[in-house]
C-alpha cells in the first residue's frame, strides 16, 4: 500500500463545497487524487455505485466519502462490506446532531437516518470513521503510504520532553497501548545513549538529539519485538538536528514493517523538512492529538482485515 | 479586548519544547507575543508567581499555560480564581493519563497528580482548559480578539451546505446552542435573497453567494436579539465570491458587541485571505469543528466573567 504521496486517494462527496476544499488543500499540499466524484442529490447513481467502480480502480488505494444520507442503506452496509476487504473506506457523516439532520433535509434532502444506525453500518461494514475534514485528511494520507500494524502498541521517540508526555497521553486517550520495550534491550540501549537520556517509552533523546540518535534508537525499536507503531517526534527548534534527519527516518521506514510516523511544529522550516519527509511516504503530524489519532485509523483498518 | 492581533498574548510554559514550538507558530501566523516564560523544574519561582505577574502586565491580555504539575496546588488556585476575573487564563496540563503522570515524573519531575483533581481547580478557578496545542493556540487568539458573548447561541451563515451541517452538527457537539432567529425577520429576508437561497439556521446562500449577500445577512443578523455570537463561513472555491469579503466582515464586526469568527478552508488564495481577515481581529478556522470548540471556549470565559 505505501507508494508515492498522493495519486491514489479518491474522493466521493455528496457536497460540492466539502469537495471543492479537499480539491483546493491537496493540490496546496502536493498530494494527487486518483478519482473524484461530487453526486450531490444522487438522482440516478449513488455512493453504493461509486464506491464499487473505485474499488475496481487501479488508481485509486484509499477511498473517501463524505455523505449526508444513504439512498439503499442495505446495500450501501453490503458495498462496504465487500470493498473494505481491498482497501480503506474512510467515512465523514454530516447530520449527526437531531439539528444538523434537519440542515440536511434543506440542502440535499437526504434522509440523513440515525446515527447510531450509520455508526454501526461503518463499524460492521468494516469502513473507517472520520469524525471531522481532518480525520479524513489524516486518515487517508497515512492509510496511503504506511502498512498497516502487527498491534496496538505505540513506541514514542522524541527530542521534546513535553511533546513526548502529551503523546503519551493522547495514545491511551485513543485506546492505543504504548508499548512496554524489552527490558535486556533498554539496558544495552543505555550505555549506548548519554546519561541524561531517558530511555523507555517515552525516549526522551533530549535537546541536544542529533540526528545519528535517532538512527540508532530507530534500529533498536524497529527490531524490538514489543512494539507495533513508531512515533517518531522530532522538534527542528534544536540547533543539532538537521536535515540529515529525513534520510534517517526515510531508511528506517524503507527497512521495517512496522508503520512509522512522524510529529513535528513549527515554522517554515519545520515546514520544508515534514513536506520533505511526506515525499518518502512518512505521514507527518504538527499535534501528538492527531498523530494518535491517525495511527489509531490504522490499527482499527488492520483489525478489520484480520476479522 | 478587542485589539491587534497577537502583542497581547503572554505564554508560560514547563516546557521548553512546547514553549518553542509556540513562539515559531507565532512568528510564522504574525502574532506577537507580550511575554515568554519557559521555567521547567521551577525550583525558586513557580507557575502561580508568573500569572500573578502577568495579571499586572498592561501588555497581555490573555495568559497560556502549560503545565506538567502544580508546585502548590492551593496557591495556584486562589491565584487562578483571583487573575482570571482580569484576564482569560487557558491551561493546558500535561500528564492526564496515568502513563502520562509517568513521562511528567522522568521529564520535569512535577507531581502531576490528579486529573479530576486539577480539572476542578482549572473550573472552579475560572480558567479555561485546553485539551491539545491547538486549543491554546484558537482559543488564545479568539479571547484576544473578539468580545465575549452575552449567551451561547450561534447563528451561521454559509455559502457551501455541507460546511453548514458540519457546523450545525459541531455547535450542538460543543454543547452551545443553534440561535432560532426571529420569524418576522426571516420573512422579510425571504423577500431580499434569491428563492434558492436557504434562509434560517445555517443560512445558506449557496454557491453564487457575493460579498453583498453576506453583507445583507450580516446587517440582519447582528441586529437580531435572538442569537450571541455570528459563525460565517466563506469558502473562496466559489467564482463570485471575491476579496471584498474581507471589508464586510471587518465592517460587520466594527459595529458590532457580538462576537464573529470565520471558517474558510482551500489553498493559498484562502490562506491569504484569511490572513487579511486576522488583521482585522477576524479570528478564522480551517474547520468546523475547531470553529466551534473556540466560540465554546468565549461562551465559558463569558459565564465566568458573570459569576
Known amino acids: 500500500m505505501r507508494g508515492q504521496p498522493g495519486g491514489d486517494i479518491a474522493f466521493v462527496t455528496q457536497s460540492g463545497a466539502v469537495g471543492s476544499v479537499i480539491l483546493d488543500w491537496m493540490a496546496m499540499k502536493g498530494y494527487r487524487v486518483s478519482k473524484f466524484i461530487s453526486y450531490g442529490n444522487a438522482t440516478d447513481l449513488d455512493e453504493s455505485d461509486f464506491i464499487e467502480y473505485l474499488a475496481n480502480d487501479k488508481k485509486t488505494n484509499v477511498i473517501c466519502?463524505?455523505?449526508?444520507?444513504?439512498?439503499?442503506?442495505?446495500?450501501?452496509?453490503?458495498?462496504?462490506?465487500?470493498v473494505s476487504r481491498k482497501k480503506p473506506v474512510i467515512i465523514l457523516k454530516a447530520g449527526t446532531t437531531e439539528q444538523g439532520v434537519s440542515a440536511v433535509s434543506s440542502h440535499t434532502g437526504s434522509l440523513a437516518g440515525?446515527?447510531?444506525?450509520?455508526?454501526?453500518?461503518?463499524?460492521?461494514?468494516?469502513?473507517?470513521?472520520?469524525?471531522?475534514?481532518?480525520?479524513?485528511?489524516?486518515f487517508a494520507r497515512t492509510l496511503s503510504m504506511q502498512p498497516v500494524p502487527r498491534g496496538d502498541r505505540v513506541q514514542i521517540i522524541t527530542n521534546?520532553?513535553?511533546?513526548?508526555?502529551?503523546?503519551t497521553d493522547w495514545v491511551i486517550k485513543k485506546k492505543l497501548r504504548l508499548a512496554k520495550p524489552d527490558k535486556s534491550m533498554i539496558k544495552k540501549m543505555k550505555r549506548q545513549f548519554p546519561g541524561y537520556n531517558v530511555i523507555g517509552n517515552p525516549t526522551d533523546l533530549t535537546g541536544d538529539a542529533r540526528a545519528e540518535g535517532y538512527r540508532k534508537a530507530l534500529e533498536f525499536f524497529l527490531n524490538d519485538k514489543s512494539s507495533d507503531m513508531i512515533a517518531v517526534i522530532t522538534l527542528f527548534q534544536t540547533p543539532l538536528l538537521t536535515a540529515e534527519i529525513v534520510d534517517?527516518?526515510?531508511?528506517?521506514?524503507?527497512?521495517?514493517?512496522?508503520?512509522?510516523?512522524?510529529?513535528?511544529?513549527?515554522?517554515?522550516?519545520?515546514?520544508?523538512l515534514k513536506k520533505s519527509l511526506e515525499e518518502f511516504s512518512i505521514p507527518t503530524f504538527s499535534y501528538p492529538e492527531r498523530a494518535a489519532n491517525a495511527l489509531r485509523a490504522l490499527h482499527d483498518y488492520s483489525r478489520n482485515l484480520q476479522k
Open 114 to 138: 440515525s446515527t447510531e444506525i450509520f455508526n454501526t453500518v461503518i463499524k460492521q461494514g468494516g469502513a473507517i470513521k472520520a469524525s471531522n475534514i481532518e480525520d479524513i485528511f489524516d
Open 248 to 272: 534517517v527516518i526515510a531508511e528506517a521506514s524503507r527497512k521495517t514493517s512496522k508503520p512509522i510516523i512522524v510529529i513535528s511544529a513549527g515554522g517554515r522550516y519545520t515546514e520544508v
Open 160 to 167: 521534546g520532553g513535553g511533546f513526548g508526555v502529551l503523546m
Open 65 to 82: 466519502l463524505y455523505i449526508e444520507g444513504a439512498k439503499d442503506g442495505r446495500r450501501f452496509y453490503e458495498t462496504l462490506k465487500k
